[in-house]
């Protein structure tokens, strides 16, 4: 008998396909939910047998696992820096024990000491790694994971007043890296592991690798002015990087305190060193460069990623303005 019942409380008796005996309390005085508990108990055990779970597997094994597929990607980094932050939480469980309540009691620690965008970015990894788990069938399933609601914000660029005041501010090592942020709309990775093997003064022309953007898909970058005059400015500086730091090795970090001490004495707030494309984007937008256009300038996968920047150039809705009736013939 699968089910029976022990004073008012009813037990689960069955044995798996594999021949193990699986007797428990179903917790409950109601038949039914004792009969959905013992059918879900029985389906697990089921799927563990037909599918050839292997027991035992833990986090730790299958993060690394994961992460090591990234190796080759710019989010290699990131995604070692966000697993070293899930370590102290998930490191030495079996992935079979991670719960979805666990699961959110990590999220809301995350999300209470940063913001939700944030926590869902950990959330994400999460995600990606139990369900990779599930593809190599170290477990069962992937419990539901709930991401925090972000909010949309908005976007900060800088006036042609405050990037000349910043201009002044910078130190002379990071002042290249700013001028051509700005005039070609890269990342910050992008820029500062620009190597000259990348450009073609003679064509105008720089490209990011495809295992460089964040989109893996080559983009190439056409220079103008501005972009050119750095790169004049840089040659003789490295044999191999573009842009170098005030030592003349490889730069690390630009987003340093010498950059947070130049905004503050340039009177600048809450700007991120991303910002610096967020305001090519939107130069290029307020200066009629179509969206279509920026998208490709940009390396963006899709055209909805680009809409953000559209109610900087309204004046294509110019004409349809006047179409409203103010009066009444």
């Not at 047998?49 to 190796?71: F, H, M, N, P, Y």
């Not at 064509?203 to 990011?208: E, G, N, P, R, Y």
């Amino acid at each position: 008998m699968s089910l029976n019942k022990r004073g008012k409380t009813w037990w689960i008796d069955f044995t798996t396909p594999s021949g193990n005996r699986v007797r428990c309390s179903a917790k409950t005085t109601v038949k039914r939910e004792a009969q959905e508990y013992h059918d879900k108990l029985k389906k697990d055990a089921w799927e563990r047998d037909r599918l050839g779970i292997q027991s035992g597997r833990t986090w730790d094994e299958a993060a690394l696992k994961w992460v090591k597929t990234t190796e080759n990607t710019v989010s290699y980094k990131k995604n070692l820096s966000m697993l070293r932050w899930l370590h102290p939480y998930l490191s030495g469980r079996a992935l079979d024990s991670i719960t979805q309540g666990l699961i959110e009691e990590i999220g809301f620690i995350k999300e209470e000491n940063t913001s939700g965008a944030t926590a869902n970015r950990f959330l994400a990894v999460i995600s990606v790694v139990l369900h990779q788990a599930h593809k190599w069938e170290w477990i069962v399933r992937v419990p539901h994971i709930e991401r925090y609601k972000e909010n949309a914000k908005r976007i900060r660029w800088l006036t042609m007043a405050e990037y000349n005041r910043l201009e002044l501010a910078l130190p002379d090592y990071l002042k290249p890296l700013v001028k051509f942020s700005v005039a070609t709309g890269l990342r910050q990775g992008n820029v500062k592991n620009l190597e000259w093997s990348q450009v073609n003064l003679d064509l105008k022309l720089a490209w990011i690798h495809p295992d460089q953007s964040k989109s893996k898909k080559p983009i190439g970058v056409p220079l103008n002015n501005d972009a050119l005059n750095v790169l004049e400015s840089m040659k003789g500086k490295h044999e191999t990087l573009v842009f170098v730091s005030k030592t003349g090795r490889w730069l690390g970090d630009p987003n340093n305190k010498d950059w947070r001490k130049a905004l503050e004495n340039a009177g600048i707030a809450d700007f991120r060193w991303h910002d610096l494309r967020h305001t090519w984007a939107s130069w290029h937008v307020q200066n009629g460069t179509p969206l279509y256009v920026l998208k490709e300038l940009g390396g963006w996968k899709t055209l909805a990623m680009v809409e953000k920047y559209a109610h900087l150039s309204p004046q294509h809705l110019a004409a349809y303005a006047s179409n409203v009736l103010t009066e009444v013939a």
